[in-house]
């Protein structure tokens, strides 16, 4: 297990294997939390409200755009099960970067 150095103001610096290993890049975020008598940190992604909003909203065109002239309960169903697979695919993305 490496051994990492806390210089000024209680930096480390994490190596690069573990780095590398969860893609991790200048400017990213982590979040840290207290574990016992450590603490575990890990990646954080944030997104862009405006632009998460954006996405979604193109999302719920094109799917419009492809159901055109269908029963607006059969656009609606089709809207919510796009959003119930990307629920699943965040989680999924969760759990696998939780398990690594």
Do not use: C, Y
């Not at 909203?57 to 119930?84: C, F, H, L, S, T």
């Amino acid at each position: 297990m490496p051994l990492v150095k806390v210089i000024r103001n209680g930096q480390i610096t994490i190596p690069k294997e573990f780095r590398n290993s969860l893609k991790i890049k200048d400017g990213d975020l982590l979040e840290i939390e207290r574990s016992g008598f450590g603490f575990f940190v890990k990646p954080k992604v944030v997104l862009d409200k405006d632009e998460a909003m954006e996405k979604f909203m193109n999302g719920v065109a094109q799917i419009r755009e492809k159901m055109k002239g269908a029963d607006p309960e059969e656009v609606d169903a089709a809207i919510a099960d796009a959003v119930r697979a990307a629920k699943a695919a965040t989680a999924k993305k969760r759990k696998a970067s939780a398990d690594a």
